[in-house]
């Protein structure tokens, strides 16, 4: 298995730009979720999804969307990208809801917004 | 990353030694509680839970302690090695099965 995959790694955007954070993974886990993390601080819920076509937002929702069509792949969206938005992001899956069931993360994106 | 964990309080510790992390934690109706490391340029990695039915759990070389009278939490490492330094997350979750991360300690191994 390889567990959680995000692509790309890295990226750079400038201010108003859009793009898509792919995340994948293998372990038919009905439960993925979307968390950025900015220096200082611990992980902050942007959306999340309890299975495929069902998503709701987390803490921090503005400016992303996401959708689920299926239930291995869970891409985030950055609608007009801002310095705001520069983090590093992490994608988690768990077998349900993450209350009593581990999360497994990705190895994150980090994103730069000029 | 290395621009994670900024500002961080650092506990550092002698290799061999135990390592002693503490966490306080906000709402007194989280029920599941759960201590995750996170190595450079990693995502964060489960390492021990406990549910608020209990007040100690063990696993391998770790130990989780809950005070649910304070709100405090610990993760006890023992005789730390090279390898258990990262930063450590703890965090909690409750009826709305959302999870909430502390801020994060960085340990450090000295030699």
């Known amino acids: 298995n390889a567990g959680v995959t995000q692509t790309p790694k890295f990226q750079v955007l400038k201010t108003g730009q859009s793009m898509t954070l792919q995340c994948a993974q293998d372990?038919?886990?009905?439960?993925m979720s979307w968390y950025r993390q900015d220096p200082g601080m611990g992980l902050r819920l942007i959306h999340y999804s309890v299975g495929a076509g069902i998503t709701d937002q987390g803490e921090v929702p503005n400016g992303y969307n996401v959708s689920r069509s299926t239930t291995e792949d869970f891409p985030l969206r950055l609608l007009s990208a801002a310095p705001s938005q520069t983090s590093v992001y992490f994608c988690?899956?768990?077998?349900?809801?993450?209350?009593?069931?581990?999360?497994?993360f990705g190895p994150g994106t980090r994103l730069t917004v000029l | 990353g290395e621009s994670v964990g900024l500002h961080l309080p650092t506990l550092s510790v002698q290799e061999g030694d135990n390592s002693i992390i503490n966490c306080a934690y906000s709402?007194?109706?989280?029920?599941?509680f759960i201590w995750y490391k996170q190595e450079s340029g990693k995502g964060p990695q489960f390492i021990i839970d406990?549910?608020?039915?209990?007040d100690k759990r063990q696993g391998q070389r770790v130990t989780v302690l809950l005070n649910k009278t304070v709100k405090h939490l610990s993760l006890q490492i023992a005789a730390t090695q090279p390898g258990d330094s990262a930063v450590y997350f703890c965090a909690e979750s409750g009826a709305n099965d959302k999870i909430i991360f502390g801020k994060g300690t960085r340990l450090h191994i000295l030699p």
């Open positions: 709402n007194s109706a989280s029920d599941y």
């Open positions: 372990m038919n886990h009905e439960y």
């Open positions: 406990i549910r608020s039915n209990m």
């Open positions: 988690a899956s768990s077998l349900a809801g993450p209350t009593y069931n581990e999360q497994f």
